[in-house]
């Protein structure tokens, strides 16, 4: 099945995905500070928030700290998520094409993702290797949730800023039809103007909750003509909403609130 | 010590890197194609080079694709290589704030890597949290070695390429003195243009060999006044010299070829 078609499946659910971003550090008293106890809290958040949900985005980096078990909790992560939501590995890779090869096939191959986040900074040959796959998502950064978007992201190349262009430029590359883009929730205007350059493709809009970007606009701008195609990102004020022995039905009240929200200003 | 002396102190060996991009496909026949062949080529490798080069730069990609012993291996590997050789992590990560401080814990704390190359795209603060590490290397990516370089990085933003703003904005980031840049060695007269820009900062100069460099001109342009700060990072056409049972023989005498060919240019 394409991605396309997996997502507008798992969106007449509800757009909101929940980031497993989850730092062992800050795991509930009641969770072992180890890699099993990152697991299981894992485990305890997808079971309870998998209702709630179209996605998960796994944040690499997380898995990446904890080492050689990192591997392996990763993998049984992904085991615990039910086949009908979607999975996007967020890791914002991008290097050479040999070398590009050699992470798409970890990400789709190995670990079986449904999607994942690239860095287009190197250019075609460096996006290339994730999009021949071509039932697998992969997301370009665009416009970044953080301060430092402002940095590269806005510079001006003629009369638009070089996030715009990346998005024009790449949606040529578009031949299987799965790139997406990364278009942070706190760029509420540049949601808005970017949906109108790639009305069809999907967004992937970080931002909401610690970050502060706004759930309506979200919404309301990130979405298509069919209020479709905007997965929707929350990770840590929902994960880490208790961190009492309750966590896990925290986290599920929590999600429902975003998924309650999410459907009042989708219709 | 401060990166910027461990490298001067390395480079008055040579300016040779050599980057271990061990792909487990391409292991000669007289190792197994195991993730433990891996490690046994690499030590054998670095047995066979280590008086021939300043450092070594890692493929993060092709131990990632190892899964779970992928870790064990690279620790390994750092582990075989002696102390006074600059250890690059090359994986060009960067994201937003608390998600780039997980890498750099994780490249620079647990694994040790003396340096680590990084996106920029994000801009200041997706790198602040490796700079912060002032011991540390953090070699952003300013002309990549690759065909599609051309896409994004030769945009003119004003009267300068993309490339040229990203070198000037970050230099001013550069206060523990540890920012160096990526430029490929396919790129010479970037590379003699940003060498004017960056005059003090080093060079970790990939595309010799395989991609088609010139080793001349990336030493002649790449190094700074004093013939230094040029990393000049050769993986393939080292470490496959030979897929016979004599493969590290080889590979140092292909090592030793670069070392003498890098002194005659660097006189």
């Given at each position: 099945m394409s991605f396309l078609k997996k997502l507008e499946r798992a969106q007449k659910r509800t757009l909101l995905c929940v980031g497993l971003d989850t730092d062992i550090s800050k795991?509930?008293?009641?969770?072992?500070?180890t890699a099993n106890g990152v697991l299981q809290f894992n485990k305890k958040i997808i079971e309870a928030t998998k209702k709630y949900v179209c996605a998960y985005k796994i944040n690499l980096a997380f898995y990446e700290?904890?080492?050689?078990?990192g591997w392996k909790i990763l993998n049984e992560t992904l085991k615990a998520i039910p086949k009908n939501i979607i999975t996007i590995a967020d890791g914002k890779r991008g290097d050479i094409g040999n070398t590009s090869a050699m992470y798409a096939k970890s990400l789709?191959?190995?670990?079986?993702?449904?999607a994942a986040t690239v860095n287009p900074l190197m250019g075609f040959d460096s996006v290339e290797p994730f999009l021949n796959y071509k039932n697998k998502g992969v997301f370009l950064l665009?416009?970044?949730?953080?301060?430092?978007?402002?940095?590269?992201?806005?510079?001006?190349?003629g009369k638009k800023y070089l996030y715009k262009k990346i998005v024009e430029t790449s949606l040529k590359w578009n031949k299987h039809k799965n790139i997406g883009f990364v278009v942070g929730a706190t760029k509420s205007s540049e949601l808005k103007e970017l949906r109108k350059t790639a009305a069809s493709v999907p967004f992937l809009i970080p931002g909401i909750g610690s970050q502060g970007g706004s759930l309506k606009n979200a919404v309301k701008l990130g979405t298509?003509?069919?209020?479709?195609?905007a997965i929707i990102n929350v990770s840590r004020s929902i994960i880490y909403?208790?961190?009492?022995?309750n966590f896990a039905e925290i986290a599920e009240k929590e999600s429902k609130k975003y998924f309650d929200e999410i459907k009042k200003y989708r219709i």
């Open positions: 795991l509930p008293a009641s969770i072992p500070k700290t904890l080492g050689k078990d789709f191959e190995d670990l079986n993702f449904d665009a416009v970044t949730s953080n301060k430092g978007a402002r940095d590269f992201q806005f510079l001006k190349v298509n003509s069919k209020n479709n195609l909403a208790s961190n009492g022995s």
